[in-house]
């Protein structure tokens, strides 16, 4: 009796083992949404030869990804040109993707908080971050709209090419020439017109609708007469005051101002307004975007367009 009864318990213990392990594995598979969970996605990527980088913006990712070639497979997570960066709010999927990469670029400078917060919920211990703002050295309070800055841009390339290299040591010298080809033959036309604009049109009196340009300005050597607290107002999605309001009026009433340059992904109506007043003053209007336009654009092609816009705008006022 006592031996029947021992066999019965085995076989129930058995049974139990068994639907165990097939309710584990129906757990570990993928999600309803198709996309793989950490686990699963941290295991492949032991497997797979190329580095799993996700970058927070795609102006960041077309760099990583043009410096990595295919030893690297880039995921941006902001993409939409309808997105704003400042606004955004991360979704499960995100954390499932910075959960499993091995390389997560992101801006700092309070611009996406939100990746910083997916990195402290998913910490891995070989996983490689790069914060623009540490690579910089740059205050929480800095211009956060670093990309648009081409010496910072060169710094962000180097340490990106440099962490690369670490992590893939055994493919160091791809790397290099990678970062070479980008610098020198990628980045030439974006280079030569920062140089070209800089020696024609230094000095030259701009406005700007909000502060993502004001680095490039600063490199090209543009007078941008914006009261720099507007500009930062109409970043952070607050009310500028009333002076710096009215001190704009006057420069685009009195045409103080050679160009207006303008963020058609923050397009208020108060930003409107401004754009309406110096269009009807014959004063040309550049659109810069704060993301690729289009989403799938290269980082190059993307300044490029828009530094065209401007020079010929300034050549159409100067007549130079």
């Not at 497997?47 to 295919?70: H, L, R």
């Not at 500009?231 to 001190?247: F, N, R, W, Y």
Request: proline share 5%; glycine share 6%; with cysteine.
């Amino acid at each position: 009796m006592i031996r029947w009864r021992t066999m019965i318990l085995s076989i129930v213990a058995l049974t139990v083992t068994g639907l165990g392990v097939l309710l584990l594995g129906a757990c570990s598979g993928d999600d309803s949404s198709g996309a793989a969970t950490p686990s699963s996605a941290a295991n492949s990527n032991v497997s797979s030869a190329k580095i799993q980088v996700v970058a927070a913006e795609n102006f960041w990712g077309s760099i990583a990804s043009q410096i990595g070639g295919n030893k690297v497979s880039v995921t941006a997570i902001i993409t939409s040109p309808d997105t704003d960066p400042h606004d955004y709010e991360s979704t499960p999927s995100d954390g499932r993707r910075v959960a499993s990469a091995q390389y997560v670029i992101y801006n700092g400078l309070g611009y996406d908080p939100w990746a910083g917060q997916l990195l402290d919920a998913n910490p891995a211990r070989d996983r490689t971050t790069l914060k623009v703002q540490d690579v910089l050295g740059l205050q929480d309070d800095d211009n956060p709209h670093r990309w648009y800055s081409p010496d910072d841009v060169l710094k962000v390339i180097d340490q990106i090419s440099a962490d690369y290299k670490k992590i893939g040591a055994a493919d160091a010298s791809y790397f290099d020439s990678q970062k070479t080809t980008f610098e020198t033959v990628a980045l030439k036309q974006y280079n030569d017109l920062v140089q070209a604009i800089r020696q024609k049109y230094s000095g030259a009196p701009v406005a700007a609708t909000e502060s993502i340009v004001s680095p490039l300005a600063d490199a090209l050597g543009l007078n941008m007469l914006t009261p720099y607290s507007f500009l930062q107002a109409i970043s952070e999605g607050t009310d500028p005051t009333a002076q710096d309001k009215a001190t704009f009026d006057s420069q685009i009433a009195n045409k103080e101002i050679d160009v207006l340059l303008f963020n058609t992904q923050n397009a208020r109506p108060d930003v409107q307004r401004l754009v309406d007043a110096a269009t009807v003053r014959g004063i040309p209007i550049v659109e810069v975007t704060e993301t690729l336009i289009p989403e799938d654009a290269t980082f190059q092609d993307w300044q490029s367009k828009q530094l065209q816009s401007l020079q010929k705008a300034l050549a159409q006022v100067t007549g130079r």
